[in-house]
Structure formats: C-alpha cells, structure tokens
C-alpha cells in the first residue's frame, strides 16, 4: 500500500509538471470513466496535495480524489515515452505541459465539486498527517492514549488518529523507538509514544527525499535484528489482520 511518503513524492513530481497546465483528461479503462474523469477535460490543475495517503487534485470548482490502496499507483512520463503497462488499464490520463500523470487501479478514483470533496467523510475524519510542515505532535499523543487497551501498532495505522502511517513505517518505527508494538497504549509513557512517532515523522520525510524506504525489519522474518542479532518476527495485527514485524528480544 502506498503511505504517505510516496503521496508526498508524487505531489511533488506533479508540482514540477503538470500543476498550473490545462490538461486533456481522458479515461481508457471503463472505472475511470465512472468516476468522472472526463468531465476534467480542458481545465487547469491548480494543485496538487497529500492528506495522509490521499492524493487531492484541485481543478477549481472540481476535485479529483485518488486512494491508491494496496495496488494502486500514479505514474509520470514524459508525453511519446512508454508506459510500463497497458493504456487499456489506466483509469485516469491527465496529460498537460509535455507531461502524463496516469493513475493505475487503487481503491479510490472519484470527480467532485471541490466544495463536495471539503466535506468528504475519507477527508474530514482524518487525523493530523504525520507529514505535514506543522504537525501536531500533542493532539496525536493524546488522541492514540484516549483508547488505553488498544495495542500501538494498531492504533499508528488509524486514519482517524493520525494519518500516512502504514505497515512499512508502523513496524519500523516501533523499532526504531525500540518499544513493543503489541502492548496497549495504557501501558506506554507519554516519552515512549512521542519517541515512535518522531521516528515514524523522521523516517518518512527520508523516504520522501530518497524514495526508498528502511526496511530494516520490515519484510524480514526469521533475519537477524539489526540491532541486537535476535530473531525478527512477525503475525497479523488488529482487524485487518495487517502483518507487524518486530525484535521481541530488543524492543520491550
């Protein structure tokens, strides 16, 4: 699933393209054409901006709303160069300034009146993006303690709570605080919380300015820790059963 760091990177390669470019907006596969795409046709893209993994495009009166989810993705070429997959499955083209942004699949694609899109359930609920230039450390801290027997690890992959967490940086960053993240947030101090999203703020504007994520444990069960040589483990957490990997041995 795309987090917030690459929604972050891909504002910014839409700023340095096509963002104040009237673009032709077309929809070669039928979901694009469901969602409105075509009705963007011959406007001018004001802006482009991230909230947590939201993609949010500004074309004055109207809104494009994208949501990658766990496969979806936004590609950048160069207007006569090759796409790596077919134009058949783009949902969305908006192509402008010798530039194409195409949208491939994901969870969400949806045109609406910008005024629409301000009230938007997805947006409104959201929580302070982990991202953003004035994060708001106090208000995450004490919206993650309101519920004390919920597990961290869980509690940094809610939306409503705090947004741009995923599972890459919610595992990376327990580690990197070096705090468990199966226990409650009853049982954590106020310095332990602050310390793993400080580590979860850092590591993903690196990721933003590399485009390559730590995965110093992510993905690597049964591996040595990094940091102690214990065994990296790993199962499914909270509702949707998303995979945690952590270092029993050195993160308590």
Not at 243 to 251: K, S
């Amino acid at each position: 699933m795309a987090e917030g760091d690459t929604i972050r990177r891909l504002v910014d390669r839409l700023d340095a393209t096509i963002v104040g470019q009237q673009v032709a907006a077309s929809a070669p596969n039928p979901r694009g054409r469901a969602a409105g795409v075509e009705r963007l046709d011959g406007m001018t893209l004001q802006r482009a901006d991230a909230r947590g993994k939201h993609l949010l495009l500004s074309f004055g009166e109207l809104s494009l709303h994208s949501h990658l989810g766990m496969s979806g993705g936004w590609h950048v070429y160069r207007q006569g160069s090759p796409w790596r997959r077919p134009r058949r499955s783009a949902w969305a083209v908006l192509s402008g300034g010798g530039w194409d942004a195409v949208q491939f699949g994901g969870s969400t694609l949806e045109v609406m009146t910008t005024a629409k899109l301000r009230r938007h359930p997805q947006i409104a609920g959201l929580g302070p993006d982990i991202l953003a230039a004035e994060f708001d450390l106090d208000a995450v801290v004490a919206a993650i303690r309101d519920d004390p027997s919920r597990e961290l690890g869980d509690a940094l992959l809610d939306q409503r709570l705090v947004a741009g967490i995923g599972n890459i940086f919610k595992s990376e960053a327990c580690f990197a605080g070096k705090v468990d993240p199966w226990r409650p947030v009853g049982n954590l101090s106020e310095a332990e919380l602050r310390e793993v999203l400080g580590e979860a703020r850092k590591l993903m504007q690196g990721a933003v300015e590399t485009g390559r994520h730590p995965l110093r444990i992510y993905r690597r069960r049964g591996g040595a820790c990094p940091r102690c040589r214990g065994r990296i483990v790993s199962r499914g957490q909270g509702d949707d059963n998303r995979t945690t990997y952590w270092c029993p041995r050195c993160q308590v």
